[in-house]
Each structure stands twice: as structure tokens, then as C-alpha cells.
């Protein structure tokens, strides 16, 4: 009989863009090994019993931020622990130099090796990052990023452009604590650098470049009016940055886009204008790659269901009209993937005020039970367009596909077991993160993981970690691999 490490018998497995299907999965060396419709439980050293409950792939939780608040060590430790709970196995991560992070610069050559020796050993699912190219030395080295380092993914900020980011004391400059302007010019070299090595290396995965976009210049006026209304909350935060600085953004990313033929990412959609901006684009330029993402928390929340500075972030959370219209873009295949934006951010570094508070917050655990429960069971959303959304595609975006995100043999078995009626109330507690609060507290969900598998090996039962943090740096582009 063949043999394998693991075998999963009895669920429903959901297969990205395919659909449910009743079978068994053999999983040998960490990788699937057999699909059939029936294995023999004595098959396999460990068996898992997957009755009664679905089988999706591991989630890819395309947009975190390890180390931003806290040191790279800590939020690898404790937020990698907190995607087990909503599913995730595999997160990529942004990263740059200036000020947060490692407040400090210079070439990647020496600070990517900090970061993942930062993150060695302590990660609780397998990971890779995406850079962020500030300073003209650090363009140079694209090539050798997305060439040799396993960096298939890169970023920029379009809003740092001459924005007071970090109190009244630093303008953008030293922010960035970048040597050149970050303005187009700097854009333009870098989308020409990524489009090269795009050329170069793209047949083995997708090298592209992912936009915070929303406009410097509109948000000094916006934010300026709201201060003088004395406003303050996630609502004030949504009127200083309003969704049409999220269009400009898109539109000028774009035309650059278009112009160096460079593939790009527009992060965090948050609105129906954003969305409407991407859409423009898109017919603009056919044959440009222009994929769009939104948030669990763009997907949920609404700045009139927030107290206090918790929820600040950037993009602010909108209104329920943007909350539908971005739901109507996911059921009808407009948003390729739906990822957390996880910031780990301490109530403490929120504080009562609004316009010092430091944004972001945490959200990779529900990334699963947003979809099932929201879109899912709320909105009829497919589980094969589910397991597509938080799964498959953000792992063909950023290069790591089939490897990751995909359930066919010699994949990496990174398996997912959900019991689709079970219901919780989200709390802090239950997120396994380190961040002390959450926006989400007390949103009603159901679709949990009851177990989530990495390469094989269970790393999350019945709400708790097991076994020693296991995760690995996936070198992305990542060819497909034979068995
Ligand atoms: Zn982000």
C-alpha cells in the first residue's frame, strides 16, 4: 500500500475557483501527495479526521506589517500565531526603512539579512516580504531583490509626497529618510525597474508593485478643514482623507503604470470611489495587470460603528454605501483578494486623540470567517470563489502560486479544516495577537477553522497553538516544483 505522513479523510474539500468536492488528501514530505476519492485510514502514520467539515487551502494573507510598532521578532511571534486562527499559512509582509520598523536606512543588501534573521525561527506559518524601495541606492537594487533575494513584490506610498506624517516636529523627508525626492520621478524609475525584471523572471511568477494610493496634496486641504471643525473619531479620520483622494491616486499611478508597462497592485481599496478610480484604469488600459484588494475591515466595519481611535487607519474606514459597493466588486469578481492590512498597534500608541494616534490595527485571524460569514453565508458567495479570494489568487499576484494557494499534487499541503456553522463574537482574546483591542469586538461570525496544517504538520487545533513555531521564508518568484 502507499504510504503517506498524514492522511485527511471525510471533509469537503474546496478547491480555488473549482468547487467542493467529497475526497481524501495524502500528504507526504509536507506536500500533497494523492487526491482520491477514498484512502485507507492504515495509509497513513497520522490520520486526520475531516468529517463534517470543509477543507480549504491555506489562506495567503497578502498585506501585513511585521514590525511596524513593535520590534520584528515580537510580531512575528505573537501575529503569525494569530493567522493560524483565521487560517492563514502563509503571510507576506511589507517592509521599509525609515522611520517605524528599524527607524533607520541604507541598502537592502544588509537590512533584508536583518530582517530575516529578525524573523528566523520564530514564525508560526511560512512568510515572505515585500520592500519598499525608498531611496535611489535601494531602486538600483530591484534587480538583485526580485533576481536572487525572494523579493517578487514591492511598494510605494503615494501619500508621502510632502505630507507631515510623524507629528509636527518631521516632514516626509525624514520620514522616508530618503536621499532622493519620493515623488514621480521616483515612481517612474522604480516601475521601470520592476517592469525589467518582470521580463526577466515573470514566466516562474508575477513581479509586481503594490499602491497605497490616496493624494498628499488633497488630504493637507481636507485635513485642515476638519481640525477646524473640531471633529474628532473615525469619522473625522474619513473626512480628512476622503475617498477622492483615493481616485486621484489611482489615476495618476496608472497613467505611470501604463507608461513603463510595470504590473501593479492597488492596495486597500476602501471605497466606491477608490473602487470606481480601478475600474477607470482598467478600461483606460486593457492590457495593463492591475489588480485590486480590499480589507476584511473595509469589508466590515463602518466608521459610525467605532468609538474612539481604535479603528484609525489608513485608508479611514468609510460608510456603509462604500461597505456595499465593495461587497457588490468582490461577488462579482472585480476585487482579486481580500487581505487584513495587520498592524499590530497597542491601545496605548491609539490614545484619545485622533490626529496623533498611530494607525492601523489587527484583523489576519478572521480573514476565513469574514469571507464565509459575510460573504458566504450573509451574501451567497461561492466557497470555491471564498478559497479563490483569501487564497489562490494573492498567491499568484505576488509569485508564490502554485506552490502556495493551491491544492494539487506537489503543492505545499497547507490545509485548512472549517467548521462552516460555528459561530463566535469576536473579542481580543480570541484573536491570539498582542494587539490589546480590536475594532472587530463584538461582530457576530461564523465559518471558524477549527484546524489549520502547515506543510503537513498541525499547527492550530481547537483554539490552540501546537507544537513549535515552524514557519519558513518562501523565496518568491517560486516555480512550480515537481514531486
Ligand atoms: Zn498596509
Not at 518582470?198 to 496634496?217: T, V
Amino acid at each position: 500500500m502507499t504510504r503517506y505522513d498524514t492522511v485527511v479523510l471525510g471533509g469537503t474539500v474546496v478547491f480555488p475557483g473549482e468547487g467542493p468536492i467529497r475526497c481524501d488528501i495524502g500528504v507526504r514530505d509536507g506536500r500533497i501527495a494523492a487526491i482520491a476519492d477514498d484512502l485507507e485510514s492504515s495509509a497513513g502514520d497520522d490520520v486526520v479526521d475531516a468529517r463534517g467539515l470543509h477543507v480549504f487551502p491555506g489562506g495567503v494573507d497578502g498585506h501585513m506589517h511585521f514590525g511596524i510598532y513593535r520590534s520584528i521578532a515580537e510580531d512575528v511571534a505573537s501575529e503569525t500565531e494569530s493567522s493560524l486562527v483565521g487560517g492563514a499559512t502563509t503571510a507576506l509582509s511589507y517592509f521599509r526603512t525609515g522611520h517605524h520598523y528599524l527607524n533607520k536606512t541604507g541598502p537592502y543588501r544588509e537590512i533584508l539579512p536583518e530582517v530575516l534573521a529578525a524573523s528566523d525561527g520564530l514564525a508560526r506559518i511560512d512568510y515572505g516580504y515585500h520592500l519598499a524601495p525608498m531611496t535611489s541606492g535601494q531602486i538600483d537594487e530591484i534587480e538583485w531583490l526580485a533576481g536572487e533575494a525572494g523579493i517578487a513584490s514591492f511598494k510605494y506610498f503615494m501619500f508621502y509626497k510632502g505630507l507631515n506624517l510623524a507629528g509636527d516636529s518631521e516632514d516626509s523627508d525624514a520620514f522616508t529618510m530618503s536621499d532622493d525626492k519620493y515623488d514621480f520621478g521616483h515612481l517612474f524609475s522604480m516601475m521601470e525597474q520592476i517592469a525589467a525584471a518582470d521580463a526577466r523572471r515573470g514566466g516562474e511568477g508575477r513581479i509586481s508593485l503594490s499602491l497605497h494610493c490616496e493624494n498628499a496634496e488633497l488630504i493637507k486641504l481636507f485635513m485642515a478643514r476638519t481640525q477646524a471643525a473640531s471633529l474628532q473619531g473615525a469619522r473625522a479620520w474619513h473626512e480628512a482623507r476622503p475617498p477622492l483622494t483615493e481616485r486621484l491616486s489611482v489615476h495618476e499611478a496608472a497613467i505611470l503604470a501604463d507608461a513603463t508597462r510595470c504590473r501593479v497592485n492597488l492596495l486597500h481599496l476602501s471605497s466606491a470611489e477608490a473602487l470606481r478610480g480601478a475600474l477607470e484604469a482598467r478600461s483606460l488600459y486593457p492590457s495593463l495587470d492591475v489588480r485590486c484588494e480590499t480589507t476584511l475591515h473595509h469589508l466590515v466595519l463602518t466608521h459610525d460603528m467605532l468609538d474612539g481611535t481604535g479603528g484609525k487607519v489608513n485608508p479611514p474606514i468609510r460608510t456603509r454605501d462604500d461597505v456595499d459597493a465593495l461587497w457588490d466588486a468582490v461577488m462579482r469578481g472585480d476585487i482579486d483578494w481580500v487581505a487584513s492590512d495587520h498592524a499590530c498597534c497597542m491601545e496605548s500608541q491609539k490614545g484619545d486623540d485622533v490626529w496623533p494616534a498611530l494607525p492601523g490595527f489587527g484583523g489576519t485571524a478572521l480573514l476565513y470567517p469574514v469571507m464565509l460569514s459575510e460573504g458566504h453565508h450573509r451574501r451567497g458567495l461561492p466557497l470555491e470563489r471564498v478559497a479563490d479570494l483569501v487564497s489562490a489568487a494573492p498567491a499568484r499576484a505576488f509569485g508564490c502560486h502554485p506552490q502556495k494557494g493551491s491544492l494539487t499534487i506537489g503543492a505545499d499541503a497547507d490545509l485548512v479544516l472549517i467548521d462552516l456553522d460555528r459561530e463566535q463574537v469576536v473579542t481580543p482574546e480570541l484573536l491570539h495577537s498582542a494587539q490589546d483591542h480590536t475594532p472587530f469586538e463584538g461582530v457576530r461570525l461564523k465559518g471558524w477553522p477549527v484546524r489549520t496544517i502547515l506543510r503537513g504538520a498541525t499547527a492550530f487545533a481547537d483554539g490552540e497553538v501546537v507544537g513549535e513555531p515552524a514557519g519558513r521564508f518562501v523565496a518568491r518568484p517560486c516555480p512550480a516544483r515537481a514531486l
